[in-house]
């Protein structure tokens, strides 16, 4: 079998965001037996959901869909680094994931998730709607503001976080190898 092909997609896409400082440090964390696929969704900058049909239906009228598709459906695992907005998902995260449909059916996927609170409410929230598109959720990670975390982005990781990642990755990896 060939290398895992994993997104890390960087969900916040606001102009002062820290996230792609949390997806530097996932990424520097993962084993050399992955191969790793960066994904931002504000360069990917997908308007707000346009698509005249519905999703499920798989039939994608722009091309910003259909490139966004065809990207998903080219990694084996999805890593979502995400913060928490007022105990939610960044719109951009969900609108992202609204965009497709088949696409996400038994995909591999982790969040690590920063904030005040390690983006408690945000990955709970997020696990329900991963879970009804099919994904295959594996347990992630968590940064805390003013602990593993400054408000920055830099990442001061202790050694439970570290590992939390270090067995994402492995979980990823065995979740893609069981796939059928």
């Not at 609204?98 to 996927?109: H, N, Q």
């Not at 990670?141 to 976080?161: I, K």
Request: overall charge negative.
């Amino acid at each position: 079998m060939s290398r895992p092909r994993i997104g890390i997609v960087t969900a916040s896409t606001r102009p002062n965001r820290i996230g792609h400082h949390v997806a530097a440090w996932v990424t520097g964390l993962a084993p050399e037996d992955v191969e790793l696929v960066p994904v931002d969704l504000r360069e990917l900058a997908l308007p707000l959901l346009d698509e005249p049909d519905m999703p499920s239906e798989g039939h994608y009228a722009h091309e910003h869909t259909r490139r966004w598709a065809a990207l998903v459906q080219s990694l084996d695992a999805v890593v979502l680094v995400m913060p928490e907005y007022n105990r939610g998902y960044n719109a951009a995260l969900k609108n992202a994931i609204d965009y497709l449909y088949a696409e996400w059916d038994g995909l591999p996927v982790a969040c690590v998730g920063y904030g005040w609170a390690g983006a408690q409410y945000a990955r709970s929230a997020l696990r329900q709607t991963l879970e009804r598109i099919k994904m295959v959720v594996v347990e992630g990670a968590a940064l805390h503001f003013e602990q593993t975390l400054d408000l920055d982005g830099t990442v001061h990781a202790d050694d439970d976080a570290t590992q939390d990642v270090q067995r994402m990755f492995a979980a990823l990896s065995a979740a893609v190898a069981a796939r059928p």
